[in-house]
């Protein structure tokens, strides 16, 4: 949220969260991958013309 939201830099997250810069980078990719299976069957053009 904060990298794609609020326009943070992986360094400025890590640290807020306190935690290692690669473990922001991890997290992320996760997400992504999570996210792009997740969303795998849905019809984007549904959502860009509601």
Known sequence: ???YLE???IKEIAKLL???EG????R????KEL???D???IEW???FHG
């Not at 992320?28 to 997400?31: D, E, F, Q």
């Open 1 to 3: 949220m904060y990298f």
């Open 7 to 9: 326009g943070m830099t």
């Open 18 to 20: 306190e935690i290692p």
């Open 23 to 26: 473990t922001v980078k991890s």
């Open 28 to 31: 992320l990719k996760k997400g």
């Open 35 to 37: 996210l792009k299976i």
């Open 39 to 41: 969303l795998h069957d």
């Open 45 to 47: 053009e549904v959502l």
